[in-house]
C-alpha cells in the first residue's frame, strides 16, 4: 500500500511550509512556503549560519542608517533562503510582505517589487516567486496590482468566504486559507472539541472556497495551509494545493490508510456556492459578519509583526556587533 503522502501527491501538489533545507529536500514537494516565524526559526540554525552572515554583510554595504540597514538584511534574507530553497524545489517559493504593511498597498506594491527585483539579480525568473500578503482589502489592491505586472502573489490569512471571493475577482494567483487556525477559533468558542475529517469547520471553509472557484471558473489556486492534523490534510485531497509542516508530512509518509478523493472540478461544478460580486462594501460588510475571520485575521497579522520584530531585533544586534 502507498503511503498517505504518496497517494496526495497523486491528486494534490503538495508545499513545504518550512524555511529547512535538510526537510524540504527529504520529502521532495513541488514548492515551499516561508514566512518570518519560519525564516526567524531557521536563522537560528547552525547549519544556516553563513547565509546570515552573508546578509549582515550585504546590509553593511549598502550603508544607510542602522534601520534602512535592518531593512535591507531583513529582505536580503528572505531572498537567500528562497533561492537556496529554490535549488531544492521544482516549482516556486512564497516569499512574505512585512505584516506591518497590511493596511498600505502601496508599501507592499514596493515591497514586492523590490523583493522581486532581488531575486531577479540572483537570475531567478519571477514566475517561480510567489509575494505573499495578508488578505486584508489593501492587501488584494496592492495583489491586483503586482499581478498585472506579471508578479505572482500568494494572498494567505484568509478566513472568510468573503476574502476568497475577492481574491479571485482581482485575479490573484493563489490563496491560503488557514485550516487549523478556523479550527481552533471554533474549539475555544464552541461546545464541539472534536471533529470528524468532514465536519472540520477549516477543511469545510477550503472545500466551500474551492467548490466555487471551480464552478465559477476562477484560476486562482487554492492552497489549504496551517494543518492541526493529518485528517485536515486527507479530508483537503483533491485541493490545488496543500502546503504542510515537515511533522505531518512525516506522519503521512509513515502513514499507509487508504485515502479517499474529497474534491474534483466535475463535483465542484454542482456543489460550488451561486456567483456573488464582491465590491469593497459588500467585502467589508461580509468579512465583519464572520466574527472568527474578523479576529483570526487581526491575530495573524499581530502575530506574523511580533515575529517580524524579533527577527529584526536579531540582526540589529548582529549588524551593531
Same mark, same amino acid.
Given at each position: 500500500?502507498? $503511503?498517505?503522502?504518496?497517494?496526495?501527491k497523486?491528486h494534490?501538489?503538495?508545499v513545504?511550509?518550512?524555511?529547512?533545507f535538510?526537510?524540504?529536500?527529504?520529502? #521532495?514537494?513541488?514548492?515551499?512556503? *516561508? /514566512?518570518?516565524?519560519?525564516?526567524?526559526?531557521?536563522?537560528q540554525?547552525?547549519?544556516?549560519?553563513d547565509?546570515?552572515?552573508?546578509c549582515v554583510a550585504?546590509g553593511? $554595504?549598502?550603508?544607510?542608517s542602522?534601520?534602512?540597514?535592518?531593512?535591507n538584511?531583513?529582505?536580503?534574507?528572505?531572498?537567500? !533562503?528562497?533561492? #537556496?530553497?529554490?535549488?531544492?524545489?521544482?516549482? %516556486?517559493?512564497?516569499t512574505?510582505?512585512?505584516?506591518?504593511?497590511? !493596511? =498600505?498597498v502601496?508599501?507592499?506594491?514596493?515591497k514586492?517589487?523590490?523583493?522581486?527585483?532581488?531575486?531577479?539579480?540572483?537570475?531567478?525568473?519571477?514566475? %517561480?516567486?510567489?509575494?505573499?500578503?495578508s *488578505?486584508?482589502?489593501?492587501?488584494?489592491?496592492?495583489?491586483?496590482?503586482l499581478?498585472?505586472?506579471g508578479?505572482?502573489? /500568494?494572498?494567505?490569512?484568509? !478566513?472568510?468566504?468573503?476574502?476568497?471571493?475577492?481574491?479571485?475577482?482581482?485575479?490573484v494567483?493563489l490563496i491560503?486559507?488557514?485550516?487549523?487556525r478556523?479550527?481552533?477559533?471554533?474549539v475555544?468558542?464552541? =461546545?464541539? #472539541? *472534536? !471533529?470528524t475529517?468532514?465536519?472540520?469547520?477549516?477543511?469545510?471553509?477550503?472545500? %466551500?472556497?474551492?467548490n466555487?472557484?471551480?464552478?465559477?471558473?476562477?484560476?486562482?489556486?487554492?492552497?489549504?495551509?496551517?494543518?492541526r492534523?493529518t $485528517?485536515?490534510?486527507s479530508?483537503?485531497l483533491g485541493c490545488?494545493f496543500?502546503?504542510?509542516?515537515?511533522?505531518?508530512?512525516e506522519q503521512?509518509?509513515?502513514? /499507509? %490508510?487508504?485515502?479517499?478523493?474529497k474534491?474534483?472540478?466535475d463535483s465542484?461544478?454542482t456543489?460550488? =456556492?451561486?456567483?456573488?460580486s464582491?465590491?469593497?462594501?459588500?467585502?467589508r460588510?461580509?468579512? /465583519?459578519?464572520?466574527?472568527?475571520a474578523v479576529?483570526?485575521?487581526?491575530?495573524?497579522?499581530r502575530?506574523?509583526?511580533?515575529?517580524?520584530?524579533?527577527?529584526? *531585533?536579531?540582526?540589529?544586534?548582529?549588524l551593531?556587533?
Open positions: 500500500m502507498a $503511503s498517505c503522502l504518496e497517494q496526495l497523486k494534490t501538489t503538495v513545504a511550509d518550512t524555511g529547512d535538510d526537510a524540504i529536500g527529504q520529502y #521532495k514537494p513541488q514548492d515551499a512556503t *516561508t /514566512n518570518p516565524s519560519l525564516i526567524l526559526a531557521a536563522m540554525m547552525p547549519q544556516y549560519a547565509i546570515v552572515q552573508q550585504y553593511k $554595504s549598502l550603508g544607510g542602522i534601520d534602512e540597514q535592518i531593512v538584511v531583513t529582505d536580503k534574507l528572505f531572498v537567500e !533562503f528562497g533561492s #537556496k530553497i529554490l535549488k531544492i524545489v521544482p516549482g %516556486r517559493v512564497s512574505e510582505v512585512d505584516a506591518r504593511l497590511s !493596511f =498600505d502601496e508599501g507592499m506594491v514596493a514586492g517589487r523590490k523583493l522581486i527585483g532581488l531575486y531577479e539579480k540572483q537570475s531567478i525568473s519571477r514566475d %517561480r516567486v510567489l509575494i505573499k500578503l *488578505t486584508t482589502w489593501e492587501g488584494v489592491q496592492a495583489a491586483k496590482v499581478e498585472a505586472e508578479i505572482h502573489c /500568494n494572498m494567505t490569512l484568509l !478566513f472568510s468566504f468573503a476574502q476568497a471571493v475577492a481574491c479571485a475577482e482581482a485575479g494567483t491560503s486559507p488557514f485550516v487549523g478556523i479550527f481552533d477559533w471554533h475555544a468558542h464552541g =461546545d464541539q #472539541k *472534536t !471533529f475529517e468532514d465536519d472540520d469547520p477549516g477543511v469545510k471553509s477550503v472545500r %466551500r472556497i474551492y466555487y472557484y471551480k464552478r465559477h471558473g476562477y484560476k486562482t489556486i487554492v492552497m489549504g495551509a496551517s494543518f492534523n $485528517s485536515q490534510i479530508g483537503l490545488d496543500l502546503t504542510i509542516s515537515p511533522k505531518l508530512l503521512l509518509q509513515n502513514d /499507509n %490508510r487508504q485515502l479517499e478523493v474534491l474534483n472540478p465542484a461544478k456543489a460550488g =456556492d451561486e456567483f456573488v464582491m465590491p469593497e462594501k459588500d467585502y460588510y461580509a468579512h /465583519n459578519e464572520d466574527p472568527m479576529e483570526k485575521l487581526a491575530e495573524g497579522i502575530k506574523f509583526a511580533v515575529d517580524q520584530v524579533k527577527l529584526e *531585533t536579531k540582526i540589529k544586534t548582529m551593531q556587533a
